[in-house]
């Protein structure tokens, strides 16, 4: 499959990566497995989304917009660390945390706009294994973060 076309086919423009909001690397490969950073929602005005997820913040719809956010910054990461998207052979596992008020419980459906957003790209290679929690706080107040373990051809 040629990504690159796939991209285009979708009307999908990768984004600029932030830099990390700490000590550590946006991606790491270990053999064939890249290990990608937690990111967040960016939006393309280059502010974050942020707030809590649930009853009195964000709706359904608003925070599935920021996992796309946030699925297209793992992209973006992923080009800058393999230089071609076309090297991905196979999500491995997603891990997706929602900032959410109490009582909001509809996490895995929050972080299906990743997850949608990766089959779209990628076909049944961008359909992994996967987490979706809630959490009390996340950094900078983000709406949500996700980090991954994707598979290459090295």
């Known amino acids: ?8 086919e979708l009307g ?40 809590k997820v649930g009853e009195g913040g964000l709706d359904l719809a608003a925070a599935r917009e920021a996992v796309r956010f946030t699925g297209l910054q793992l992209l973006a990461a992923m080009q800058t660390e393999l ?3 076309g090297r991905l052979r196979q999500v491995v596992k997603l891990f997706g945390m929602v900032n959410c008020r109490p009582g909001f419980n509809r996490t895995p459906a929050v972080i299906d706009g990743c997850s949608d957003l990766l089959v779209d790209v990628f076909g049944d290679a961008g359909r992994g294994a996967r987490s979706a929690v809630g959490m009390a706080e996340l950094p900078f107040d983000i709406a949500v973060e996700i980090e991954a373990v994707v598979r290459v051809v090295t």
């Open 83 to 85: 230089g071609d998207l």
């Open 12 to 51: 999908i423009e990768l984004p600029d990566t932030l830099g990390p909001g700490g000590n550590y690397v946006p991606a790491m490969v270990a053999g064939d497995l890249v290990f990608l950073s937690g990111m967040g929602p960016v939006r393309p005005d280059g502010s974050l989304v942020t707030g």
């Open 1 to 8: 499959m040629d990504v690159d076309q796939r991209l285009r």
